[in-house]
T-cell receptor, first 114, second 116 residues
């Protein structure tokens, strides 16, 4: 059974700093991995999707990497801003045909201090 | 990006009544939609996977007779909470997977259900 863990559970950093969020998963047989952000009381916004054959994806100040063999992904946020404050979730989709489910991590609650 | 809408965004109902939540993919077609439940400060818990034109697949421990799911078209899925109880109060989020493309999942804004 796939298990996804995110460390740390919470993180506070001053505005302007670069930061890294971590995601680890136990079964490396994944189809893809997605990073999401969730604001309080809201749904999820997709940030980046990495296919199993890719090693990284970039969007603006965000860069996500994937090391499938070691079961790890990182989300790098450059030049953090107060608007980046949210909970960040990673989720993996299994590689076996017919398994449509995403398995979510526990999330990292990020606070950017102005 | 692709947009998924949910209606209503919040609802309050009395115990014993039924509530229907709609999930629509606005600018893409989705053969597969998902329904999640989220408790405060916890991650999402998958309740069921629905495929257009067929019966939903429920996760272990989720009562299919209580949480009725209908996926009538490629852009609409509904979740009906029947005979609601206070313990059904939660944040319900739907998700849709694009029929084409990379299989990215897009999430709705969620529906806050409060059962009194």
């Amino acid at each position: 059974k796939q298990e996804v863990t995110q460390i740390p559970a919470a993180l506070s950093v001053p505005e302007g700093e670069n930061l890294v969020l971590n995601c680890s998963f136990t079964d490396s047989a994944i189809y893809n991995l997605q990073w999401f952000r969730q604001d309080p009381g809201k749904g999820l916004t997709s940030l980046l999707l990495i296919q199993s054959s890719q090693r990284e994806q970039t969007s603006g100040r965000l860069n996500a990497s994937l090391d499938k063999s070691s079961g790890r992904s990182t989300l790098y946020i450059a030049a953090s801003q107060p608007g980046d404050s949210a909970t960040y979730l990673c989720a993996v989709r299994a590689a076996n045909f017919g398994n449509e489910k995403l398995t979510f991590g526990t999330g990292t609650r990020l606070t950017i201090i102005p | 990006g692709a947009v998924v809408s949910q209606h209503p965004s919040w609802v309050i109902c009395k115990s014993g009544t039924s509530v229907k939540i709609e999930c629509r993919s606005l600018d893409f077609q989705a053969t597969t939609m998902f329904w999640y439940r989220q408790f405060p400060k916890q991650s999402l818990m998958l309740m069921a996977t629905s495929n257009e034109g067929s019966k939903a697949t429920y996760e272990q421990g989720v009562e299919k007779d209580k949480f009725l799911i209908n996926h009538a078209s490629l852009t609409l899925s509904t979740l009906t909470v029947t005979s609601a109880h206070p313990e059904d109060s939660s944040f319900y989020i739907c998700s849709a997977r694009d029929l084409i493309g990379l299989g990215e999942q897009y999430f709705g804004p969620g529906t806050r259900l409060t059962v009194t």
